[in-house]
């Protein structure tokens, strides 16, 4: 019973935003917390229920621009994650009969540390590898801070990891957990990669370690290449995506 309840579940959340650019992955929450230190362990009983959400390169024109089209926009905040957090509380809506919690990958905590580990959370429900300095065996950077990052076995670098969505009253204690890819295998790809996305993420390479399917379009380089306080004027002198005034 509870099993089936799972599946219909999983099956509305991916039918709704599939269709936008999205992909979804679920996870158990005590999977996450298992590799995490405790300050970032997310209080919820270990078989909890949760989904990590990513956009793909496709977010752009199925969501992102019928959204401007659609304004108004609220100035101060981030137009892609206004974008984002009206779908996923459209979404919530629809489960009118679930309590979910939303987590955002901008979203931190008064401590200041992120609500989520967008990229721990997609290793673990087999979303995206995510390649740390310890994946390296002979590490060249020194005292260097080198951050770690996540390829997705189809987009490669080109997507983002945008929320966490966890159903407090839902336990999967028999989810099967997948591993991610590991689609960068080697000691040297994995060094070029780390020193892309560290030092030259500016030019997308690091995106492209791997052939990938689909990338994002010149359009949406160029949005993302843009500082976010001159994207909107760029949206709106490019071809009127705005039809409602900003305000
Ligand atoms: C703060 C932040 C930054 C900071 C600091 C980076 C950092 N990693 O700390 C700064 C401003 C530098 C930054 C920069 C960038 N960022 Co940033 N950033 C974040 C943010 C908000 C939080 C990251 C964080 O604080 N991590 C805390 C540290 C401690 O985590 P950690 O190193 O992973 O350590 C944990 C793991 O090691 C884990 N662990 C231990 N053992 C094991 C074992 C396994 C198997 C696993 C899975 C985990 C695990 O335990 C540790 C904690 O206890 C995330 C979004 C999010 N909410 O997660 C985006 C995020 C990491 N950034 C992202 C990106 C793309 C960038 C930039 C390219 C800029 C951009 N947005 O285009 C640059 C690239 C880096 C650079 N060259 O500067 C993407 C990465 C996507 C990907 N493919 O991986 C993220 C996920 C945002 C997103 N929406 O997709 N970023």
């Known amino acids: ?29 005590g999977w996450y917390n298992a590799v995490l230190s405790p300050a970032f362990h997310l209080p919820y009983l270990d078989d909890t229920l949760a989904f990590v959400v990513l956009s793909t390169p496709a977010m752009f024109d199925k969501a992102f621009k019928p959204f401007l089209r659609n304004g108004p926009l609220k100035k101060i905040r981030d137009p892609v994650d206004q974008c984002i ?45 995510y390649y740390q300095r310890k994946d390296v065996q002979q590490d060249p950077w020194g005292e260097k801070k080198i951050y770690g990052v996540c390829i997705h076995p189809r987009y490669g670098g080109w997507f983002a ?24 295998t080697t000691e040297e790809k994995r060094i070029e990669l780390l020193e892309k996305f560290n030092f030259h993420w500016r ?8 052939e990938v399917k689909e990338k994002y379009s010149e359009e949406q ?25 900003i305000h």
């Not at 957090?85 to 008064?110: G, K, W």
């Not at 609500?115 to 429900?125: M, N, P, V």
């Not at 966490?164 to 689609?183: A, I, M, N, R």
């Open 221 to 245: 380089k160029t949005y993302f290449a843009t500082p976010p306080a001159e994207r909107l004027q760029l949206l709106t002198l490019q071809g009127g995506l705005q039809r409602n005034a």
């Open 1 to 29: 019973m509870m099993e089936l309840r799972v599946v219909d579940l999983e099956k509305r959340i991916r039918d709704h935003l599939e269709k936008l650019g999205f992909e979804i992955h679920p996870l158990k929450v």
């Open 203 to 210: 030019d997308w390479s690091y995106r492209d370690i791997t």
């Open 85 to 129: 957090s009206h779908h996923l509380t459209l979404l919530r809506e629809s489960l009118a009969d679930q309590q979910v919690d939303i987590m955002y990958d901008y979203e931190l905590l008064p401590n200041r540390k992120p609500k989520f580990l967008a990229q721990t959370a997609a290793h673990i429900a087999g979303a995206a590898y």
């Open 161 to 184: 990891i945008r929320a966490l969505l966890l159903f407090p009253g839902v336990e999967v204690p028999s989810l099967l957990q997948k591993t991610p890819v590991d689609c960068v």
